[in-house]
């Protein structure tokens, strides 16, 4: 049975960080795609930033130069660590997790594309 956990969420002020984690259980890491969502009040769940097999990485713009997406496979978890936090990056972390599909750019911010959730982790960016 997969699961995954996030954590590392909390209350930042803007300009602040925080680093969100995604431990597997059931799943390794490193055997294909973990890709992280976010979801906004109101809004539909977009994915922010991606991470093959390979080590292969895609960010959405808004994040591009502020987010950073890793991975430890000792520890198997993938890391998204999130600097010069805005209040617009306030939303439910979730990650996903598949290794049924070869990565593409595309295909990796397809949220019908990965089998594994988390439960999600709540970032809040305010002052």
């Known amino acids: 049975q997969v699961q995954l956990v996030e954590s590392g969420g909390g209350l930042v002020q803007p300009g602040g960080s925080l680093r969100l984690s995604c431990a597997a259980s059931?799943?390794?890491?490193?055997?294909?795609?973990v890709g992280w969502f976010r979801q906004a009040p109101g809004k539909e769940r977009e994915a922010i930033s991606c991470?093959?097999?390979?080590?292969?990485?895609y960010y959405t713009d808004s994040v591009k130069g502020r987010f950073t997406i890793s991975r430890d496979n000792a520890e198997n978890a993938v890391y998204l660590q999130m600097k010069s936090l805005k209040p617009e990056d306030t939303a439910v972390y979730y990650c996903?997790?598949?290794?049924?599909?070869?990565?593409?750019?595309?295909?990796?911010?397809?949220?019908?594309?990965?089998?594994?959730w988390g439960q999600g982790t709540q970032v809040t960016v305010s002052s």
């Open positions: 059931g799943f390794t890491m490193n055997s294909g795609t």
């Open positions: 996903a997790a598949d290794d049924s599909w070869t990565y593409t750019s595309s295909r990796c911010r397809q949220k019908s594309a990965y089998r594994f």
């Open positions: 991470i093959s097999g390979i080590g292969v990485t």
